[in-house]
């Protein structure tokens, strides 16, 4: 999971903003012609480690890391990408098969998403990656689900959790 408490209420507070700047334009949308395109988002992230270890008396961590997700959308409701997550901090976890300490030294985890827009907001997300670190890469899955509103300029604001 990607998201902390203080992260989530910045983002709805930043929704709820940008939700009221574009009811307050009263104007008509017009039906485009759908263009592939490629879109970028660099964020931060808090991402969650539900297994640290005991040595370090924690059992569940929350890591600051940088988003940096890429993804072109070839059809109106289909998008490829590659998102990225990169955590600043070492940390150790304990493995789920026999309990044994793993540490992470500054990890990153590239993963190849498909992205399926639901709806002019919504956005559900799947793919497969690795997580990558000098001790050990391990595979991954992510998913997730996305809200995103646009503000002006083709600029978006982005709710993310995956």
């Known amino acids: 999971m990607k998201i902390s408490i203080a992260t989530a209420l910045i983002s709805l507070s930043m929704f709820f903003a940008a939700d009221t700047i574009i009811a307050q334009e009263h104007h008509e949308e017009k039906e485009e012609a759908f263009v592939p395109h490629s879109s970028f988002a660099l964020m931060l992230i808090h991402a969650h480690a539900l297994s640290g270890s ?34 600043l901090e070492s ?13 992470r030294n500054y990890p990153i985890a590239p993963a190849l998403m498909a992205g399926y827009k639901l709806n002019r907001h919504w ?3 799947g793919g497969v990656g690795g997580e990558l670190a000098r001790e050990e ?14 503000i002006r300029n083709n600029w978006e604001i982005i709710g993310s959790l995956s």
């Open 54 to 87: 005991e040595a370090v008396s924690k059992k569940n961590l929350v890591l600051p890391a940088w988003g940096i997700d890429y993804n072109y959308r070839f059809k109106s409701k289909w998008s490829i990408g590659l998102h990225t997550d990169i955590i």
């Open 137 to 150: 890469t391990f595979f991954l899955t992510r998913f997730g689900i996305e809200y995103g509103v646009e």
């Open 123 to 125: 956005t559900f997300l």
């Open 91 to 103: 940390f150790e976890v304990a493995s789920s098969k026999d309990g044994k300490v793993i540490e």
